[in-house]
């Protein structure tokens, strides 16, 4: 079956330690995208790609980085420079916006 | 600035309520899609609805109703006859034209969230 997965479901890091969220799609989908979501905030946008080898910053990209080296797959790396990255992590992708988007079932980040 | 505007943080209900979830969106584009979803506890958004521009026709899927007002840029969701099940969050959102750096990405409302009591 088609769709996003994001691995793991749970993440438990030292603070100071760098964290790789993995996110793979076997749906063709072009786009690709990194939320961020916070008691009572929504979900906010932190990296997006629209094709391969390439990514463009979201609103809050400070202390992530990406990368897009394949269709499928879209890892984000959480940098000891986030200064809070205790959150929920959600990867979404889509062909275009017409046909909506498929988000994964998260990835729940916790630096202690 | 918000461009989804979700003024009701938390909704209570009593089972068989109809409950109304506001939804109140802001663009400059004459092409953009709205969508509506739910978090459930296990985290994962569940789409409920997409509803472009150009359509204003309201739309009915068994309890779920949408009101689309592009007068009023607001996009509303109706629950009939409330269930226990339906308690989770649910988000509005913008996708609009490409414009700045956001490409085709969505923009979230807040989210509202909805506890449903038997």
């Known amino acids: 079956d088609g769709g996003i997965t994001q691995s793991p479901k749970y993440l438990f890091r030292k603070e100071g330690q760098n964290v790789t969220l993995s996110c793979e799609q076997n749906?063709?989908?072009?786009?690709m995208y990194w939320y961020r979501q916070d008691p009572g905030q929504g979900l906010r946008l932190i990296y997006y790609?629209?094709?391969?080898?390439?990514?463009q910053k979201g609103d809050i990209a400070e202390g992530y980085s990406v990368s897009r080296e394949k269709k499928e797959s879209f890892p984000l790396t959480v940098t000891s420079a986030q200064k809070n990255p205790t959150a929920f992590y959600l990867c979404?992708?889509?062909?275009?916006?017409?046909?909506?988007?498929?988000f994964g079932s998260g990835t729940r980040l916790t630096v202690v | 600035a918000q461009k989804v505007t979700q003024a009701q943080t938390e909704i209570s209900v009593v089972e068989k309520e109809d409950v109304t979830l506001d939804c109140v969106y802001e663009?400059?584009?004459?092409?953009?899609?709205l969508f509506w979803y739910k978090q459930p506890p296990s985290g994962e958004l569940v789409f409920l609805i997409r509803r472009n521009s150009f359509d204003e026709q309201n739309e009915i899927s068994g309890r779920y109703s949408w009101n689309f007002q592009k007068s009023t840029s607001s996009f509303n969701f109706t629950i009939t006859a409330s269930q226990v099940v339906d308690s989770a969050v649910y988000f509005c959102a913008l996708s609009e034209a490409e414009i700045g750096n956001s490409g085709y990405a969505l923009n979230f409302g807040k989210g509202t969230s909805l506890l449903v009591t038997p």
């Open positions: 790609s629209q094709i391969v080898n390439d990514f």
């Open positions: 663009t400059r584009d004459t092409t953009y899609y």
């Open positions: 979404a992708s889509s062909m275009a916006r017409a046909y909506g988007y498929t």
């Open positions: 749906l063709n989908h072009d786009a």
